[in-house]
C-alpha cells in the first residue's frame, strides 16, 4: 500500500529504519562520491545537504560543478527509488529521510540546509533539523 507525502507527517520509525539500512547498504557507492572535486566543494562550502535527501550548490554555480551535483543526485535518486519501492513508500519520503539522517551526519565547517530552506554551516552543535525528522 503506496501513502502519498504529508509534509506534516513525522517519518515511521520503519521507513528511518530502512533508509538507515539502505544508505548503509548503498555506502560504497556513496563513498565513491568522494572524489578530489567531491571533497574540496564539501569543503569549502559550495555544496551542502538538503533537506530533500540531495546535494545542493551553496552560492554562484560553475558548469563543472553543476554536472558533479547533478550526476551525486541522479544516483541518490536511483537508490532512493530503489529503497522506496521495497518500503512501499514514496520516493518523497524516502529521501526526506534520507535528508535528515545526512544532514546528522554532517561535521562541523560543511554545509546543510535549515528547515526554513538557508544554508547553515555546521558548528560543535546538533544540526537545525525539519519537525519531521526523528
Known amino acids: 500500500m503506496r501513502r ?6 513525522l517519518i ?19 563513498l565513491a562520491q568522494r572524489d ?8 569549502s562550502g559550495k555544496v551542502g545537504e ?6 545542493g550548490i551553496v552560492g554562484p ?6 554536472a558533479m551535483v547533478d550526476d551525486i543526485n541522479i544516483k541518490r535518486k536511483a537508490v532512493y527509488a530503489q529503497q522506496a519501492q521495497a518500503q512501499h513508500a514514496t520516493v518523497e519520503e524516502y529521501a526526506l529521510t ?8 554532517t561535521v562541523p565547517g560543511e554545509k546543510y540546509q535549515t528547515p526554513d530552506g ?5 558548528t560543535s552543535a546538533p544540526p537545525q533539523r525539519d519537525s ?3
Do not use: H, Q
Open 4 to 9: 502519498a507525502f504529508v509534509p506534516n507527517r
Open 12 to 30: 515511521p520509525t520503519r521507513l528511518l529504519l530502512a533508509a538507515a539500512l539502505g544508505l548503509a547498504v548503498t555506502a560504497a557507492p556513496v
Open 36 to 43: 578530489p572535486a567531491y571533497a574540496a566543494a564539501r569543503a
Open 50 to 55: 538538503k533537506m530533500d535527501g540531495y546535494l
Open 61 to 66: 554555480a560553475t558548469g563543472e560543478l553543476k
Open 98 to 105: 534520507a535528508g535528515c539522517l545526512a544532514i546528522a551526519r
Open 118 to 122: 538557508s544554508w547553515a554551516t555546521r
Open 132 to 134: 519531521r525528522c526523528p
